[in-house]
């Protein structure tokens, strides 16, 4: 995730493609939204929008070139203010009564502190264009069910990646269930080699890989309403069904031999090169959870992604039942301090069908609308992987995002690598998780 998101801060360079979710988490403020208020700088009298955002690199070129696109046709000038900064400059600037028009939030715990500043888009944004996007992911950008927030871009974390060839000529199928997951875990151990490549280090944001891991079991096997409760702390986070999700997670995870390298490896292991021995021949592990972003630049082995269909298969983390398709996943959201005329434009462009399609054909952007033509993806790979969202029967968001900060990209990841290292047991990392979650949420 960056932070810039917690990918972005955490991975650096890996991450170019900053369409993933942050990990600093901001905590709800109460509503009472009032259209755009005291953070707005009234809009700019020469009728251009100012648009900023946290991502950099290749992915801030790609963005401006298919904004510039629909804005030249419309004869609209739009300022861009990309920085790595992002949480700390959109505060800076709201404060000073400077905010831009509108702002790219890389999750939704950061876009919920500015409620009172943000204006309601119900008459901003086309309803038909939200309804057509996948449903899960515009509730995001909600707040006691108005939205402030629209859904730019989608990412997908209920990935499993594997060898493609190596694991089709051992035999292995993909699984369909959450009981044949663990089956595959256990058949692929069987033939002497670790079934699950898997790594926690990331500098100073060490243990995050670990949370997804926790949010994805816990939304198949107690479904998103549960889910939806814990991030929000209606349940608490050593509640029952949270450590039947750890307990799945140390079955898979942390049983003796489960783990190329073995579990004292994984708290010192890259997550960004941990999947790395996949490739190797022979595989060292054959199987590794993550985003999408894996497969772009930065991520997998060079050769490997100039070969993805070829070289890399993979399933969606599997539901309790075949027709269970759960999905963890997250996205930027666009905001609107100032609800000019081109800014709900501008808007209106970013939430139809026709945005994104270069980006896209770039490997670096998929569309959180069902009807994107998948023409526009660059390979099979990622037709399929923008697939388990658009199919999915319950999208949720990245919950350590949402979570308070204290919490969400504090407590969790520190926890989880304590339990992971074994300094600790899994009911003392939950109940400490608990007990570190602030007062007032």
Known sequence: MRIRSRQGRAV??????????????????????????????????????????????SSSDQFQAEINKFAEAEGITVNF??????????????SGNNAPDIAIFPQPGIMKTFQNDLTPLTDVV?????????????????????????????????????????????????????????????????????????????????GWPATDWIENLLLIQSGPDVYNQWVSHEIPFNDPQVVAAADTM??????????????????????A?????????????????????????????DDVLQNLDSTVGVFPMPGETEADKPVLGGGDLASVFNDSENAKKIMNYMASKDF??????????????????????PNELTKQMAGFAYQSTAFVFDGSDQMPGEVGSGSFWREMTAWISG???EQQALDNIEASWPATN
């Open 273 to 301: 090169t941990a999947a790395n021995p996949m490739f190797d021949t022979p595989p060292a592990c054959f199987m590794y959870r993550q985003g999408n972003f894996v497969a772009r630049d930065g991520g997998f082995p």
């Open 126 to 206: 086309d309803k038909a264009n939200l309804d057509a996007m996948v449903p899960g992911i515009v509730e995001a950008g909600q707040i006691d069910g108005e939205q402030y927030a629209l859904p730019m871009s989608l990412n997908i974390k209920s990935i499993v990646f594997y060898p493609k060839q190596a694991f089709d000529a051992a035999g292995y199928t993909a699984p369909t269930t959450l009981d044949g997951l663990q089956q595959l875990t256990d058949q692929v151990k069987a033939s002497g080699t670790a079934p699950w490549c898997f790594g926690i280090e990331s500098a100073s944001a060490t």
């Open 250 to 271: 140390s079955s898979l995870l942390l049983t003796e031999g489960n783990v190329n390298g073995g579990r004292q490896s994984i708290a010192s292991n890259n997550f």
């Open 12 to 57: 650096g360079a890996l991450l170019t493609a900053g369409l993933v979710t942050v990990l600093t988490a901001g905590c709800l403020q109460e509503s009472g939204g009032n259209g755009g208020g005291s953070g707005g700088g009234g809009g700019n009298d020469d009728g251009s929008v100012t648009i900023m955002y946290g991502f950099t690199d």
């Open 356 to 377: 994104g399609a270069d980006w896209a054909k770039a490997n670096g952007f998929i569309s959180p609308r069902t009807d994107f033509d998948q023409a526009n993806y």
């Open 423 to 425: 300094s600790e047991s």
């Open 81 to 94: 203010e990309p920085t790595p900064d992002f949480n700390t400059v959109i505060a800076t600037r709201v």
